[in-house]
């Protein structure tokens, strides 16, 4: 069984985990906070790489795959054009049984319902007075990969009709995201989640929480039984901190849960000693959201509580992970 969500967005590292953000049609450059009004022509155009999956047979899916990335440098669509079907490429998540998540291009093409879309890229666009200076938000624009065809075979990409600000319309992305699109090829490109990181819950990805500045603290004295315990392999660093990749997670039994739970309740309250080796490996033990405990499995072999008091990985902590298979 599969199902599909369509893919949104840019790479984030949140908090701790390392995930991704939704990738959408409209995007502030900058999350967070409200962006303050900027003047016009601050809108950025973010061609949409959508790669075209190989194999397709569609002549118009070719063209597409040929152009590269959409851009707003074309005409619009002229009033004498007679399209008789419209194509993309595109890619979505793709949830697929056993198998994990992952990210899919798409080759796609409509042949009804054409004229909303059509009087969509003839409305026109608006500027602004000469001399005039307006303020305009400050945001990223992705750009749907697309083209029309006529019944000659003749393949446009028309520009987006735009605003005064130079954004495309809202209507007109709203009209090509609506045609009844049917899936003519689709080739697999990236897992985003194996089945394995579905089935424990553990994160893709790990900040090494060792490599963050150490505040203040102490060892947490009462922590609820773990329940999962993923391990990540340091494979890249982000600012300076390491990146652990996803390796194995474990659902722990009740009596793993209890073994854990009991050596980490009655470590040593003594910081860690120093040490400059560097872990390649490292243990999450995931709690709650607030009360998650890393374990460096080789290096220092340290260990970080909720909230971030290092202490040495006392060794019943460290077999305790060892009969969990980590």
């Given at each position: 069984?599969?199902?599909?969500?369509?893919?949104?967005?840019?790479?984030?590292?949140?908090g701790?985990?390392?995930?991704?953000?939704?990738?959408g049609?409209?995007?502030?450059?900058?999350?967070?906070?409200p962006?303050?009004?900027?003047?016009?022509?601050?809108?950025?155009?973010?061609?949409?790489?959508?790669?075209?999956?190989?194999?397709?047979?569609?002549a118009?899916?070719?063209?597409?795959?040929a152009?590269?990335?959409?851009?707003?440098s074309?005409?619009?669509?002229?009033?004498?054009?007679?399209?008789?079907?419209?194509v993309?490429?595109?890619?979505?998540?793709?949830?697929?049984?056993?198998?994990?998540?992952?990210?899919?291009?798409?080759?796609?093409?409509?042949?009804?319902?054409l004229?909303?879309?059509?009087?969509?890229?003839?409305?026109?666009?608006?500027?602004?007075?000469?001399?005039?200076?307006?303020a305009?938000?400050g945001?990223?624009?992705?750009?749907?990969?697309?083209a029309?065809?006529?019944?000659?075979?003749?393949?446009?990409?028309?520009?987006?009709?735009?605003?005064?600000?130079?954004?495309?319309?809202?209507?007109?992305?709203n009209?090509?995201?609506a045609?009844?699109w049917?899936?003519?090829?689709?080739?697999?490109?990236?897992?985003?989640?194996?089945q394995?990181?579905?089935?424990t819950?553990?994160?893709?990805?790990?900040?090494?929480?060792?490599?963050?500045?150490?505040?203040?603290?102490?060892?947490?004295?009462?922590?609820?039984?773990?329940?999962?315990?993923?391990?990540?392999?340091?494979?890249?660093?982000?600012?300076?901190?390491?990146?652990?990749?996803?390796?194995?997670g474990?659902?722990?039994?009740?009596?793993?849960?209890?073994a854990?739970?009991?050596?980490?309740?009655?470590?040593?309250?003594?910081?860690?000693?120093?040490?400059?080796?560097?872990?390649?490996?490292?243990?999450?033990?995931?709690?709650?959201p607030?009360?998650?405990?890393?374990?460096?499995?080789?290096?220092?072999?340290?260990?970080?509580?909720?909230?971030?008091?290092?202490?040495?990985?006392?060794?019943?902590?460290?077999?305790?992970?060892?009969?969990?298979?980590?």
């Amino acid at each position: 069984m599969r199902t599909r969500t369509a893919l949104l967005g840019l790479v984030l590292i949140c908090g701790l985990c390392v995930g991704c953000a939704p990738r959408g049609v409209t995007a502030p450059i900058e999350e967070g906070n409200p962006t303050p009004p900027v003047p016009s022509a601050a809108v950025s155009i973010l061609a949409q790489a959508t790669q075209c999956p190989a194999g397709s047979t569609d002549a118009a899916i070719t063209q597409l795959a040929a152009d590269g990335v959409p851009s707003q440098s074309g005409k619009p669509l002229s009033a004498d054009f007679d399209a008789v079907a419209v194509v993309r490429c595109t890619d979505e998540d793709e949830t697929i049984a056993g198998d994990g998540v992952w990210d899919v291009a798409l080759a796609q093409r409509a042949t009804t319902d054409l004229s909303t879309l059509t009087a969509a890229l003839r409305t026109p666009s608006s500027n602004p007075p000469s001399g005039s200076d307006i303020a305009c938000a400050g945001v990223g624009v992705l750009l749907p990969n697309f083209a029309l065809v006529n019944a000659q075979g003749q393949i446009v990409r028309p520009s987006l009709p735009h605003d005064e600000c130079d954004e495309p319309l809202t209507e007109a992305l709203n009209a090509v995201n609506a045609m009844p699109w049917k899936t003519e090829t689709e080739q697999r490109l990236n897992q985003v989640q194996t089945q394995a990181e579905i089935d424990t819950g553990c994160p893709s990805a790990y900040k090494d929480v060792f490599d963050l500045p150490s505040p203040k603290a102490t060892p947490w004295t009462e922590l609820t039984e773990p329940t999962t315990a993923c391990e990540y392999a340091v494979s890249s660093t982000s600012g300076g901190v390491g990146i652990g990749a996803f390796v194995r997670g474990v659902t722990l039994d009740g009596a793993q849960r209890l073994a854990i739970s009991t050596a980490l309740t009655s470590a040593a309250s003594t910081p860690a000693k120093a040490c400059s080796a560097e872990a390649t490996t490292f243990a999450l033990l995931m709690v709650s959201p607030s009360e998650n405990v890393v374990v460096e499995l080789d290096g220092c072999l340290r260990m970080s509580y909720p909230d971030y008091f290092v202490t040495q990985a006392p060794t019943s902590v460290l077999a305790a992970l060892r009969s969990a298979r980590l």
